[in-house]
């Protein structure tokens, strides 16, 4: 099965500033998924990101405050901007995997100050 | 708008029980269901369902899907310690290359010595 290599681990921001994630997997995607989950609640996705072309995102999420990128078949980025604690939530990346479902990246722990 | 709904939504109980999970759900466009446990940040895949009345069994857990009437269950038998954790089902839905996964909130599983 695929794996996903997600930096950073856990991170602690001071409201208004930005914070990029970023995952790399250890072979070629089609699509990545982004999704967030806040304290006590379960996966939301927030966006699927393919190989050049722009993000697609959920109902509830925007570019501007989500944006990301997706230069090549193995690498994508997550930036959450301009930052507030309603932000802290763990964030995930996924792959489709033929085998295992749906892999995810080891998650990123933010929380907002 | 799709639906996962999980019960119950926590679970204590003692080394050597079993345990019945609940899923059920209502999506347009229903591809398959998968159950994941996640023990920390990262989701780690269990099962995944496509086929109605098929039971799937890795050790101690097993699952199985009914197409008829939108539900599935995962069973874990013998439980141990090391079975605690919150156990997600998802649902994978959409058509072509639109589709996406569907959580539900998840089942708290405490499993005392």
């Known amino acids: 099965s695929a794996v996903i290599s997600q930096k950073p681990s856990r991170d602690i921001c001071q409201r208004g500033t930005s914070l990029t994630i970023q995952c790399q997997v250890d072979?070629?995607?089609?699509?990545m998924f982004w999704y967030r989950q806040q304290p006590g609640q379960s996966l939301t996705l927030i966006a699927t990101a393919n190989q050049g072309s722009e993000a697609t995102y959920e109902s509830g999420f925007v570019i501007d405050k989500f944006p990301i990128s997706r230069p090549n078949l193995t690498f994508s980025t997550l930036t959450v901007s301009n930052m507030s604690p309603e932000d802290s939530s763990i964030y995930l990346c996924?792959?489709?995997?033929?085998?295992?479902?749906?892999?995810f990246g080891s998650g990123t722990r933010l929380t907002v100050v | 708008e799709d639906k996962v709904v999980q019960s119950p939504l926590s679970l204590v109980v003692h080394e050597g029980d079993t345990v019945t999970l609940n899923c059920s759900y209502e999506v347009t466009n229903f591809r398959s269901l998968l159950w994941y446990k996640q023990e920390k940040k990262a989701p780690t895949f269990l099962f995944m369902l496509t086929s109605s009345g098929i039971e799937k069994k890795s050790g101690r857990l097993s699952s199985i899907l009914d197409k008829k009437e939108l539900f599935s269950i995962l069973n874990i038998t013998a439980t141990q310690t090391g079975d605690s954790a919150i156990y997600l089902c998802a649902v994978l839905n959409g058509g072509g290359s639109n589709y996406k996964l569907t959580f539900g909130k998840g089942t708290l599983l405490t499993v005392n010595p």
């Open positions: 996924s792959v489709e995997d033929i085998w295992d479902g749906y892999t």
């Open positions: 072979s070629q995607v089609t699509m």
